[in-house]
């Protein structure tokens, strides 16, 4: 069968991503109709989680007292997954925290991707494996160097199965600063801020979020995390027996467990298998995880960006440090605003760790704002949050951005939460981030410099290797 009527039969052609749009487009209430709902579901393939409590988290140094503190508190098990892991004053608090859990008798799970972290010190690795903590690192190039660009851009923090942390938040100083702090000086006290965004969740999610770990885990040479169904990255769906001691070997284990559950099929296709949750009323706050990696679900993120792009009725909010998406997204947003929604983005000032990535999203600006979209630059700190909040009752948080290396080449998770309480709190931010920034007008535009243009041009042709 070829690649294309492969995809076909994963994803019909009415939810394809312009399908999906179309769908979503003729919903009467848009993101809150019941219907709604059952699109993304039907397009993810995953379940929807009852939403008992999200906690917004828009401030670093407020979400790592979070996060150690419930490092400090669990009882079982703590599972560590993030790009960048530095061996600075706030990665050496984090490994005091987990090799204080592992000399408690817990299991400890670090993982790390190889290229992000590698300004790491080999001995910060060392320390936290002589102190009881299993690390892992994400595709070593000269283990792995035909997926060398294939990156775990993932931030995760799961403690005991019950409490989650995710979002876009790297672990070092400069996305643990306080942006709420440092606004109320002078300028100079921004300059080593970062503005980014996590979550905390409680409830079933929790669990599939352990599930999203141990694909990543499986992939770097981890050993079985015990009771967690995952999608192992070459072999399809997994489910480790609880205190297996047979004389069978797991790959073997893990074949016939695959035949006997009738998952072949879906491990051919690289689909997303998991446990079921209990059922989510229609005006239940939910929340479904959205994990794309390569070779599984990346074509489902973006037909449920595309759906969400048409559902919007009254606003649809971004923020994202890197936005180089293709045309036909530029098209999405264009259209939505000429049909009377509130399309605004913000994307990051001066302050970039990417220049040619600000230029490439530079290369979009006069397409957007000539169908009404508004386009703010963030001017506090350096922006890295990557969040969505449409008609204040849907918000999306995770680590993927809008660009192509986040849409094809990188392992990440998002979670999409259906709750208009969280949905304002998402709203009040976005707005509270717009005081710090600049709207980039039409007028404005039009007055940047020729050698500004042509980088723009430039970069926005390069968009696809950036």
């Not at 009527?5 to 999906?20: G, H, Q, S, Y």
């Not at 809150?32 to 140094?61: K, M, W, Y």
Request: hydrophobic residues 40%.
């Amino acid at each position: 069968m070829s690649d294309r009527r492969v995809r076909d039969a994963i994803i019909p052609r009415e939810l394809r991503a312009w399908r999906a749009w179309g769908v979503a487009r003729r919903m009467e209430r848009g993101v809150r109709d019941p219907r709604f709902r059952e699109l993304v579901q039907r397009i993810d393939g995953g379940p929807l989680h009852l939403c008992p409590s999200v906690t917004l988290l828009p401030d670093g140094e407020e979400a790592f007292a979070r996060m150690r503190d419930a490092i400090e508190s669990a009882r079982e098990e703590v599972l560590l997954e993030t790009y960048i892991l530095r061996d600075d004053q706030l990665g050496e608090s984090v490994r005091q925290a987990l090799i204080a859990a592992a000399g408690r008798g817990l299991r400890v799970c670090v993982l790390a991707d190889a290229v992000g972290s590698m300004s790491t010190a080999d001995g910060f690795w060392r320390s936290l494996e002589q102190g009881g903590a299993q690390v892992r690192l994400f595709h070593r190039v000269w283990l792995h160097p035909l997926e060398a660009l294939r990156r775990d851009h993932r931030k995760l923090l799961v403690v005991d199965r019950r409490l989650g942390f995710t979002g876009g938040m790297n672990i070092g100083e400069e996305y643990g600063s306080s942006v709420v702090r440092r606004r109320h000086v002078d300028r100079e006290g921004w300059r080593d801020a970062w503005r980014d965004t996590f979550i905390a969740l409680r409830g079933t999610v929790v669990r599939e979020l352990a599930a999203v770990f141990a694909e990543g885990w499986d992939r770097a040479g981890g050993p079985d995390l015990p009771g967690l169904e995952y999608v192992s990255w070459a072999d399809g769906v997994v489910q480790p027996p609880r205190g297996w001691r047979g004389t069978m070997t797991p790959r073997a284990w893990q074949s016939r467990w695959q035949l006997q559950r009738g998952h072949h099929r879906d491990r051919v296709r690289g689909r997303r298998v998991r446990r079921d949750a209990p059922p989510v009323t229609a005006d239940a706050p939910a929340v479904i995880v959205m994990d794309p990696r390569p070779g599984r679900g990346q074509r489902e993120m973006l037909t449920v960006l595309s759906a969400l792009t048409g559902a919007a009725r009254q606003r649809l909010w971004i923020t994202t440090p890197y936005f180089a998406p293709p045309t036909r997204a530029l098209e999405l947003l264009g259209a939505a605003a000429r049909r009377g929604v509130d399309v605004r983005l913000l994307l990051p000032g001066v302050r970039t760790d990417v220049p040619l990535v600000r230029h490439a999203a530079h290369g979009a600006y006069h397409k957007l704002l000539s169908t009404g979209v508004r386009i703010f630059e963030y001017d506090r700190a350096m922006l890295h949050a990557k969040t969505l909040v449409v008609d204040s009752h849907v918000g999306l948080v995770g680590s993927s951005n809008l660009d192509f290396r986040s849409f094809w080449l990188n392992a990440e998770c998002n979670v999409l939460i259906f709750d208009d309480t969280f949905a304002r709190e998402l709203d009040a931010s976005f707005l509270d981030d717009l005081e710090g920034s600049t709207e980039i007008t039409p007028e404005l535009w039009r007055r940047r410099t020729l050698t500004h243009r042509l980088l723009d041009r430039i970069a926005r042709g390069l968009r696809w290797a950036l």
